[in-house]
């Protein structure tokens, strides 16, 4: 099965708490990103940067939790396989597309394409958040890539949204 090699990531209680922590972190449905597109807004030289950070997590929330998720209503890794022991509720909205991997990618690439060396930084916590999702079992690796995938289209899209209403 596609998760089968989630078992063999080696687990601590040092990295159980650094991955639950970016989990926590990221929020339920990655509200993170919207503190970080709210700050940016404060500011003239960010305005745009937060704008469309605010725009793909929007985006990816409407697309990826409301539209793909009840359309492939795939199970997660946890509800197929109940054994593992796990160090958060169970989440109970379906697992294609990982929304934390989308929201973070989306964010990563708004502040990237404005900013490049906030946007690595962005990214690097993006990837990090992505693969917590991998470590914590609650997403399947396909699901984080499709996220990943559909947050940086929609992070892409965001930036030249922003870039014509302001013109």
């Not at 209680?13 to 700050?39: C, I, R």
Request: hydrophobic fraction near 55%; proline fraction near 4%.
């Amino acid at each position: 099965m596609e998760f089968t090699w989630l078992y063999a990531i080696p687990r601590s209680g040092l990295l159980d708490s650094f991955f639950l922590g970016l989990t926590k972190v990221a929020g339920s449905y990655g509200e993170v990103w919207v503190f970080v597109g709210v700050f940016l807004l404060l500011f003239k030289k960010t305005r745009k940067t937060g704008a469309a950070v605010l725009i793909s997590f929007a985006a990816v929330n409407v697309v990826g939790e409301l539209l793909l998720k009840n359309l492939f209503a795939r199970p997660r890794p946890c509800q197929i396989d109940q054994t593992f022991a796990l160090l958060v509720s169970p989440p109970t909205s379906f697992s294609f597309p990982s929304t934390h991997s989308g929201v973070s990618f989306g964010a990563a690439t708004g502040i990237f394409l404005n900013h490049k060396k906030a946007g690595l930084a962005a990214y690097l916590l993006a990837a990090l958040i992505a693969f917590s999702r991998m470590y914590l079992f609650l997403h399947f690796p396909t699901d984080v890539l499709a996220g990943a995938i559909l947050g940086t289209v929609m992070g892409i899209l965001a930036v030249r949204v922003c870039s014509i209403v302001t013109q």
